[in-house]
């Protein structure tokens, strides 16, 4: 089993920035890699975007849409992965949520082991 815990989401103008964090806890040596998700409203917890993932030997991969403005990284020290969101737009208003993955060849999958979410609000 592995808990996560969102935090860091908000209210942000266009342009700015925010950090999101994942608190991990419970059996985080079998997690081979973490991602981090956003669901838009209205949509199915299946129809959720992946964001941008980091593999235990951190490698990152970033979807086109954030690739250049979000950055994913962790902290084995505190066993956090974090998301810094730059240059924010509108369209990045989601719910975000970390997930506890796993890796085939190099392709990230998602696993049940999600935590709350948290609100991320542009506004324009």
């Known amino acids: 089993q592995v808990q996560l815990v969102e935090s860091g989401g908000g209210l942000v103008q266009a342009g700015g920035s925010l950090r999101l964090s994942c608190a991990a806890s419970g059996n985080i040596f079998s997690v081979n890699a973490w991602g981090w998700y956003r669901q838009a409203p209205g949509k199915q917890r299946e129809q959720r975007e992946l964001v941008a993932t980091i593999t235990s030997a951190g490698n990152t991969n970033y979807a086109d849409s954030v690739k250049g403005r979000f950055s994913i990284s962790r902290d084995n020290a505190k066993n956090t992965v974090y998301l810094q969101m730059n240059s924010l737009k509108p369209e990045d208003t989601r719910v975000y949520y970390c997930?506890?993955?796993?890796?085939?060849?190099?392709?990230?999958?998602?696993?049940?082991?999600w935590g709350q979410g948290t609100q991320v609000t542009v506004s324009s």
């Open positions: 997930n506890a993955g796993g890796l085939l060849g190099r392709t990230y999958y998602s696993t049940p082991y």
